[in-house]
């Protein structure tokens, strides 16, 4: 599965109410840009943007991208345990 991208990368996760998903990261500075999470209605992974973040039509991509390979492999190992959202914004400030 690609993670890495030329301005982005995503770390594999488990979130929170330990449902399976990623980060995605800003590649120079590691700061957190989304989360992905399963949306059970949609039946597929989806990301949450946080506020501020500004994307071009590349990373887009890249970030479609990275869905789509989740999408396809629902059944993903996590690479790193991330226990909630919370912790992570908290860690960076």
Avoid: H
């Amino acid at each position: 599965m690609k993670t890495e991208y030329k301005y982005i990368s995503f770390k594999l996760t488990d979130g929170k109410d330990n449902k399976k998903g990623a980060l995605c990261l800003n590649k120079k500075t590691g700061t957190v840009l989304g989360y992905i999470e399963y949306y059970k209605l949609w039946k597929q992974y989806a990301i949450e943007f946080l506020e501020d973040c500004v994307f071009n039509n590349s990373c887009l991509l890249d970030i479609a991208d990275f869905l789509g390979q989740l999408n396809k492999n629902e059944g993903i190992k996590p690479e790193k345990i991330v226990n909630n959202k919370s912790s992570i914004v908290n860690r960076q400030s």
